[in-house]
């Protein structure tokens, strides 16, 4: 078992009922996908989100439209109404499949006041790193609303040129969400090439739904992400690979590094599988059950 | 390879993937201004022997793993740690900013 897998069971063994859900996660997923057709997804499930804006310049406040836009472009690639998918390789078209997912900034308040579904919370932290602490007022963020009712993003600025972090589900409910980059949210503003299609956020609330890596997080090719229709890959892809890339004796195709659970730039992302919707969905029927609202719409 | 090429191999070495070639891994120093990435391994190479290698975790955050390092009189670096196979990479080049291993 690779070190970073480790890694994440030792926070695994830190938190037991995250061990115990992440389980029971895999167990629904393998139910899932011994049904009929485990590939489709019955309705379209919407999803409330409230995003925490932590500035301190100007800048990294950035305006309800562009929080807006990344709403957009999660709905967008959870759709798979992205236009640009017409750019995957013709072996792995016929897998690009719709997660049938939508988000909204959230309508009402924990306490049910009209909200606009947006913080905006002013810092003296110049930058963030990786320890959760955006995610405290005490610590110089903000305090998430209760993420079990609400998908919790942050946006603020990130040390060490990250991107954004994520938390899988059924970890510690008060850090329960996502971060993100301010200049890498959105696709209006701050966005700035070649992280500015909002596929950062896409890729973090991937994991918020249990998906991992294509890689599999080792070096070694002895990884897995649990999902059987992506190749196994050696390391992460980044910038804009050319057609194919191989590794892990995975030819002639090579590594899958349209999905958007590679590391790529965000115009050369541009997939989920059929394989990794059924997982994302079996989060959303387990752990995540208490995030879905509204009456759900039957699909064409 | 002499000791003052293992000295300046001490230090904590980012992954700068983006001047990497197809037979070259690029390293500089973790003060080095970054572009953004959606995430860099690094490791730290410690003058003990010590290593802690910061792999790219599940969740996109860095996750330290403590092992060991060796530089061969050859010039190949090898590095181990808990729960990862064995890694050896020829030094192609090393200096205050940069580390240059073959993939």
Same mark, same amino acid.
């Given at each position: 078992m690779c070190g970073a897998m480790q890694a994440h069971n030792r926070l695994l063994e830190r938190y037991p009922d995250f061990r115990r859900v992440l389980g029971d996660l895999e167990h629904g997923t393998l139910e899932r996908l011994a049904q009929p057709s485990p590939f489709r997804a019955a309705a379209i499930v919407r999803i409330p989100v409230v995003v925490h804006v932590v500035w301190r310049t100007a800048a990294e406040r950035i305006s309800q439209a562009q929080v807006e836009s990344q709403i957009a472009a999660l709905n967008r690639d959870y759709s798979a109404a992205n236009t640009d998918k017409a750019n995957t390789p013709e072996c792995w078209a016929g897998l690009v499949t719709d997660v049938s997912i939508q988000f909204f900034l959230a309508t009402q308040d924990p306490s049910g006041n009209p909200a606009i579904g947006i913080t905006y919370t002013q810092t003296s932290t110049p930058s963030f790193g990786t320890d959760d602490t955006v995610k405290s007022q005490a610590t110089g963020g903000a305090d998430p609303w209760p993420t079990d009712r609400y998908l919790n993003l942050w946006v603020c600025t990130l040390g060490g040129g990250l991107l954004g972090y994520a938390q899988f589900p059924g970890g510690p409910a008060e850090t329960d969400g996502v971060v993100i980059l301010s200049s890498a949210f959105c696709t209006t503003g701050t966005a700035t090439a070649p992280f500015n299609l909002g596929r950062t956020a896409v890729h973090?609330?991937?994991?918020?739904?249990?998906?991992?890596?294509?890689?599999?997080?080792?070096?070694?090719?002895?990884?897995?992400?649990?999902?059987?229709?992506?190749?196994?890959?050696?390391?992460?892809?980044?910038?804009?690979?050319?057609?194919?890339?191989?590794?892990?004796?995975?030819?002639?195709?090579?590594?899958?590094?349209t999905n958007y659970m590679d590391y790529v730039d965000d115009a050369a992302t541009v997939m989920f599988t059929a394989g990794q919707v059924v997982r994302m969905h079996a989060a959303l029927a387990g752990p995540r059950a208490s995030l879905v609202t509204a009456q759900p719409v039957v699909t064409a | 390879?002499?000791?003052?090429?293992?000295?300046?191999?001490?230090?904590?070495?980012?992954?700068?993937?983006?001047?990497?070639?197809?037979?070259?891994? /690029?390293?500089?120093?973790?003060?080095?201004?970054?572009? @953004? *990435?959606?995430? +860099?391994?690094?490791?730290?190479?410690?003058?003990?022997?010590?290593m802690v290698d910061h792999r790219i975790g599940p969740d996109d955050r860095r996750q330290p793993a403590v092992g060991s390092w060796n530089v061969t009189?050859?010039? /190949?670096?090898?590095?181990?740690?808990?729960?990862?196979? @064995? *890694?050896?990479? +020829?030094?192609?080049?090393?200096?205050?900013?940069?580390l240059v291993l073959s993939k």
């Open positions: 973090e609330v991937g994991h918020w739904l249990n998906l991992h890596h294509i890689w599999g997080d080792t070096a070694d090719c002895s990884g897995s992400d649990f999902v059987e229709d992506t190749p196994n890959a050696r390391h992460p892809n980044f910038g804009t690979p050319t057609f194919p890339h191989v590794s892990c004796s995975n030819g002639p195709n090579g590594d899958m590094f | 390879m002499s000791d003052s090429i293992k000295a300046s191999l001490e230090g904590h070495w980012v992954h700068a993937h983006e001047e990497d070639t197809p037979t070259q891994q /690029v390293f500089r120093p973790a003060t080095h201004p970054f572009p @953004p *990435s959606r995430g +860099r391994r690094s490791f730290e190479l410690r003058a003990d022997g010590m009189p050859e010039g /190949v670096l090898e590095l181990r740690s808990a729960g990862a196979a @064995p *890694s050896s990479m +020829r030094v192609e080049q090393v200096g205050p900013d940069k």
